[in-house]
């Protein structure tokens, strides 16, 4: 999912009978993966694929929000944001969130969560 190979993806997933709580074990392994790397593509084939929801991106602890967060991902972050409809009441951590994204240093992310943030509390 990482390397955003589609074909191979689906190809693993047959061969294997890969089911929906293989694609999510390991606190959600596969869709943290393809969120640091960016890969859009291999995030929305796995929606369909597995049934990714809000809720498994924006699951408390290590999740794929989180994740595009830290690697500086703002077109993940922002795909992600958008698809699912994720509104600031559906990130369990915000402080998290922006910690990741500080820690690393990630300009472009830091200030559009801030100006997420801030157009949806205060409006």
Same mark, same amino acid.
């Given at each position: 999912?990482?390397?955003?190979?589609?074909?191979?993806?689906? !190809?693993?997933?047959?061969?294997?009978?890969? %089911?929906?709580?293989?694609? +999510?074990? /390991?606190?959600?392994?596969?869709?943290?993966?393809?969120?640091?790397?960016? +890969?859009? &593509?291999?995030?929305? !084939?796995?929606? %369909?694929?597995?049934?990714?929801?809000? &809720?498994? *991106?924006?699951?408390?602890?290590?999740?794929?929000? +989180? #994740?595009?967060?830290?690697?500086? /991902?703002?077109?993940? *972050?922002? !795909?992600? $944001?958008?698809?699912? &409809?994720?509104?600031?009441?559906?990130?369990?951590? +915000? %402080?998290? $969130?922006?910690?990741? #994204?500080?820690?690393?240093?990630?300009?472009?992310?830091?200030?559009?969560?801030?100006?997420?943030?801030?157009?949806?509390?205060?409006?």
């Amino acid at each position: 999912c990482g390397a955003g190979h589609v074909h191979v993806a689906s !190809w693993l997933v047959g061969i294997a009978n890969l %089911t929906p709580e293989d694609a +999510r074990a /390991q606190e959600n392994v596969a869709l943290v993966t393809a969120c640091t790397q960016g +890969r859009e &593509k291999i995030i929305a !084939w796995m929606v %369909t694929a597995f049934g990714i929801t809000s &809720k498994h *991106v924006c699951a408390k602890g290590t999740n794929a929000l +989180r #994740a595009a967060c830290a690697a500086s /991902q703002l077109t993940t *972050v922002m !795909w992600l $944001l958008s698809y699912f &409809k994720i509104g600031t009441e559906d990130i369990p951590d +915000r %402080t998290a $969130l922006l910690h990741d #994204a500080c820690s690393r240093e990630c300009d472009v992310v830091i200030h559009f969560l801030h100006n997420f943030f801030v157009s949806r509390d205060d409006g």
